[in-house]
């Protein structure tokens, strides 16, 4: 369906737990994690409901994130009941990829479509550091498990994070130009733990110089429909993408709501206003309740963000809203 604004809104992006088996250093803290109570996370058969209800104002595209969606119980069976709902024409998953050796041919066969796998390091020690306990090569693992699986395209989402990984950017041009994978950059937002690292944020204008790619014609969408632009280099089996969230924000052609692993619908990643479905899928509301409640939160969704101008200090974290 259409917002006030003329954006068509048929992604819904859907947190399916706070719980994360990393701490990634810019995402979460190392300690003292408020985890949502599990009596508060929505039952995989009430975001199952809000699917189904959604596809009906013309949802389409689906996306699950967390947290870590895989480390939720349930997964693969829920992902098989969500990929018969009518009218879910594309399956997606963000992972941070240890789970995927041994899971990817699993959620392939559930009818995932395809897989996002954040890596924003090659260097096994730093990886820990920065997750706090990952181990870069299960994620390499699954990022080549996953393309053998035929979860395409699959996406690399890297984190420009400027005194920790600015220097292995051309390391990942590599990955692109070797392996059919969309290598995406991404600018570092002030959300959350984030909101006070400003100093460490890199405009995708000075990534594109580091990689040597300035000149280079941008085109958004050619892959999925996401806010990404890619540039696809000569030779490449891959492509280069950059995801700008400030420097450059893509509100205009923004076409995504959230769910809250909680049941809170936000219109935008960036502003706090939330609608409470949780609350209406436990008072014995009617489909027909929750789809206007869906379609009063697309409508609402605003112009624009003004993370530029505003601090967000003290809004929720990343893994419960769904990165
Ligand atoms: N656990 C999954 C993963 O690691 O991909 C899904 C959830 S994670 C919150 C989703 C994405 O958000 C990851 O690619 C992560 O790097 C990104 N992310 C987290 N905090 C961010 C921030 N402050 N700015 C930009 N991206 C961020």
Known sequence: MEDQFQRQIEYLRISVTDRCNLRCQYCMPAAGVEWIPHEQILSFEEIHRLIRISTQIGFKRFRLTGGEPLVRKG???????????PGVEDLMLTTNGMFLPEMAYALKAAGLNRVNISL????????????????VNKVFQGIF?????????????????????LHELPKFLELAQDHPLHVRFIELMPIGISSDRRGE???????????GLQGLELERG??????????TPAGYNGSIGF????????????????LTADGKLRPCLHSPK???????????SSDEKLRKLLMQAVWNKPVEHHMNEEAWQGSRVMSQIGG
């Open 145 to 165: 498990r996953s393309l053998e699986a035929g979860l395409k395209p699959v996406k690399i989402n890297v984190v420009v994070v400027r005194d920790f990984n």
């Open 274 to 284: 939330e609608f409470d479905l949780r609350e209406a899928l436990r008072n014995g």
């Open 75 to 85: 997964i693969i069976d829920f992902i098989s009941r969500v990929s018969q709902i």
């Open 120 to 135: 924003d390091t090659f260097n096994p020690e730093r990886f820990r550091e920065l997750t706090r306990g990952g181990d």
């Open 222 to 231: 050619q892959i999925g429909s996401g806010p990404a632009e890619y540039v």
């Open 201 to 211: 944020f890199v405009p995708i204008d000075e990534m594109k110089e580091i990689l």
């Open 243 to 258: 995801i700008s969230a400030l420097s450059r924000h893509f509100c205009n052609t923004c076409n995504r709501i959230r």
